[in-house]
């Protein structure tokens, strides 16, 4: 188990305790917030990890990397093997849509995929860090009990994410079109050089998407279903390569 | 243009020199290396540009950012606009391969074309600080005025990847299949508590590829070759959908 919010936060703490029984539970993950890592990883300076709690079936580790870092150095040094199963989450906030690019949670479960473990990343839409994961919890289970059952095709992890309030049901997606606008504050008191923080409104409009037949995640859990969209690493457009033909006579 | 390697890095120097003559430059980097910040956000901190240089045709801004925050920056503050075209590189390195999701310079380059701005992440198979580009600057800037001249497709970019010594020519290739083992050495001295630093040994094997009719972009690098493959950042697996229909039952 992972996440990008910190190893204390409640949603790696609820799906920790719900999926105790389940087996032996690893936890390694980062010793802070680590949110919009992405798959980014420690090069410039050496990375810690500290075992915080040992008991029957259960080790918890901090790290002192990026969710990325935590995969790696847990299968490589912490824990030695493979796990049966990654779960990185519960995020506290939406990875729906293009924010899977930039998701910390995100870049955990492909990390974990390209180890060849059955990998899912798990988040709730809402920033609040009191938020309330009961309503999401059984289905995230249900979720973590059938990805142990029945192996994910090679490479491919799960990114699945849940609505506020009633849930609908589940709905296989695609990854939805979405870009962020007005994306930087700047201030200058009370220093006289200008700084910006990030800020950014997300936009959505399921106009002039491409379809694929398929629906987007947005739109799921906008209608309040919970979405899951296979994810791979394969980041090549396949579509567009025949087109890219006169480069070749460079 | 932007870097993941800083502003100062030989890579970027040389190419902004070589594409000065093709129109308005505005140069803005990371003020020092971002390696394998991959698309990772600076959220925690405010982030900070500097005015390095100014002059007729030719602006640069060094940002304590990543290099996907210095897209971001670029186009909503500094320069109020998208521009015609995104270089981000010379990176000091490989980016082929599975290394595309790691990459900060890769990850810039899918910034700009959410941004709707024609990108080309620009790397050359070498870490040398002092590498020689002079075998790889004609080709790149041939595959520069190319995406100027012809837009590429909405939400698409190029992975470029030049080898070392003479090069066959260019070809558009599939992210190839690899993965990094070994990942970490681990240390003690002089400190009691073991650290560790990410090394890792790159595996490439084309047995099994699963092919899509195209050539692998580490293999055309391996061959002499200069290798372009379209990139996007629909990670949406799709080949994997009709198998999770089980998962709509829960």
């Given at each position: 188990m992972t996440n990008d919010d910190g190893i204390d936060a409640k949603g790696i703490r609820e799906i920790t305790a719900a999926v105790e029984r389940l087996g032996d539970v690893a936890v390694v993950a980062p010793d802070g917030p680590r949110s919009a890592q992405s798959s980014a990883l420690t090069l410039e300076t050496p990375i810690r990890a500290v075992k915080v709690e040992e008991r029957e079936g259960l080790v918890r580790y901090a790290v002192s990397g990026t969710p990325a870092d935590c995969v790696k150095l847990a299968v490589d040094k912490l824990l030695g093997r493979r796990p049966s199963l990654l779960i990185s989450g519960i995020n506290h906030g939406s990875n729906a849509s293009i924010n899977v690019i930039y998701s910390g949670t995100m870049g955990a479960a492909i990390e974990g995929c390209l180890h060849d473990i059955p990998s899912v990343g798990l988040s709730l839409w809402s920033h609040d860090k009191d938020a309330d994961f009961s309503h999401c919890l059984p289905f995230f289970v249900g979720i973590v009990e059938r990805a142990l059952a029945e192996p994910l095709p090679r490479g491919v992890c799960l990114n699945v994410n849940a609505p506020r309030g009633e849930i609908k049901g589940v709905k296989v997606c695609r990854q939805a079109d979405g870009r962020w606008a007005n994306e930087y504050q700047q201030d200058n008191a009370p220093r006289p050089v200008p700084y910006y923080w990030l800020i950014g409104d997300f936009i959505y409009s399921t106009?002039?998407?491409?379809?694929?037949g398929y629906v987007p995640d947005q739109t799921a859990l906008q209608e309040g279903y919970i979405s899951v969209v296979p994810v791979?690493?394969?980041?090549?457009a396949y579509h567009a390569m025949e087109m890219l033909g006169g480069y070749e006579t460079l």
């Open positions: 106009d002039g998407a491409e379809g694929h791979h690493a394969d980041m090549t």
